[in-house]
């Protein structure tokens, strides 16, 4: 747990939190007949110091509700309706360039495959020197010495000779470090990594996760950790929410979420984690396909593939379910989650 959390204790969090989307809609398309929502009614906190995941099967929504909130949406898709508070700011609200400054200094953001990110002419010690550089009037002297310890903090042995390298001369898992170096040159407070380990071996994976819980312990920096992976987020998040075609249809403690899931998506999801031991045959997936956007079925989206589904879940929205007692915060989407 973060400095900054302890200080407040988990019992008393502050009343607004650092990252908070409430009702976000990301839609394709804009006249009515092409329509496509991505993004449906999301909603979703951080707060500071916290490492929240997000997970979910590829085409759920998660990297566009990320890059709604970096305001990096791609062409032809906007943010329809919802708001997005960072930091007591209204995102959405902001012009262009006051956005651009905020990105980097205050959230950023790493992908999947750092080498669209790093330059492949410049030196990487020179790209963080740069980008420090940008954000930061801080001396030669100063810069230099800031971006080596950055580089050891993300785990480069020998900074000083690795800061030389260009990017093509490293391995996936060191880019990756890299990138995060770079990601949290200016002490953002909040980083947002879009499923940083997927390209990478297990045993790298494993050393990235460490690498993001020790930037989180040590900077107090809030991660937003993006995975389809629900074992990798339960080794490093406080809290998940799970995303399926486009909505939040559950959310907790890592803990709840793998001991006590109220959602049989979350559950179904559960059983197609990768295991160590592949004797017993290839990961089994959840049968059948998500829905194709903008086909939503009247119901529950899930249902076609659920295995707990009733007649009614096809045919009426599934209410929200709250854990009652505690302030946990657990909720599910679902007629059979009470
Ligand atoms: N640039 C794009 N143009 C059209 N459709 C897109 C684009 N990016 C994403 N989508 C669609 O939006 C949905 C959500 O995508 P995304 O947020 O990337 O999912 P995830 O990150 O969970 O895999 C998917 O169905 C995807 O096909
Ligand atoms: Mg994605």
């Not at 995975?227 to 339960?234: F, G, T, W």
């Not at 995303?243 to 559960?270: K, N, W």
């Not at 959840?286 to 076609?304: D, E, K």
């Not at 009733?310 to 679902?334: F, L, N, T, Y």
């Amino acid at each position: 747990m973060s400095d900054v959390v302890a200080a407040v204790g988990p019992i008393a969090p502050r009343p607004e939190p650092l990252l908070r989307v409430d009702g976000l809609w990301v839609t394709f398309g804009a006249r009515p007949e092409n329509k496509r929502d991505a993004v449906r009614n999301v909603d979703l906190r951080v707060e500071s110091g916290e490492v929240i995941g997000l997970v979910g099967e590829s085409g759920s929504g998660k990297s566009l509700t990320a890059l709604a909130v970096m305001q990096l949406l791609p062409p032809g898709a906007r943010a329809t309706s919802g708001r997005i508070m960072f930091d007591g700011i209204d995102l959405l609200a902001l012009k262009r360039r006051a956005m651009n400054e905020r990105r980097g200094r205050d959230i950023a953001m790493i992908f999947q495959d750092p080498l669209t990110a790093l330059n492949p002419t410049i030196p990487i010690g020179r790209q963080i020197y740069d980008c420090i550089r940008t954000h930061d009037d801080i001396g030669r002297q100063a810069g230099i010495a800031r971006v080596e310890e950055l580089l050891e903090l993300v785990g480069i042995p020998h900074p000083h000779e690795r800061a030389r390298a260009y990017a093509h001369e490293l391995s996936g898992g060191m880019r990756q470090r890299v990138m995060t170096a770079l990601a949290i040159a200016c002490r953002p407070k909040l980083l947002i990594a879009d499923e940083p380990t997927t390209a990478l071996d297990v045993t790298v994976q494993a050393q990235i996760m460490k690498m993001l819980d020790r930037i989180r312990r040590e900077l107090g920096i809030a991660v937003l950790f993006i995975s389809h992976n629900l074992d990798l987020v339960s080794e490093i998040c406080d809290r998940t929410y799970v995303m399926y075609a486009g909505s939040i249809v559950e959310s907790g403690a890592v803990e709840t979420l793998f001991d006590a899931p109220r959602h049989p998506y979350t559950r179904q999801l559960l059983r197609c984690i990768p295991r160590l031991d592949w004797t017993v045959g290839p990961m089994s997936t959840i049968p059948g396909l998500p829905p194709r956007l903008g086909t939503l079925p009247p119901g529950c989206p899930f249902a076609p593939r659920c295995e707990a589904a009733e007649p009614r879940c096809s045919d009426e929205k599934p209410p929200i379910w709250r854990e009652p007692a505690s302030g946990s915060g657990h909720m599910a989407v679902c007629w059979r989650a009470a």
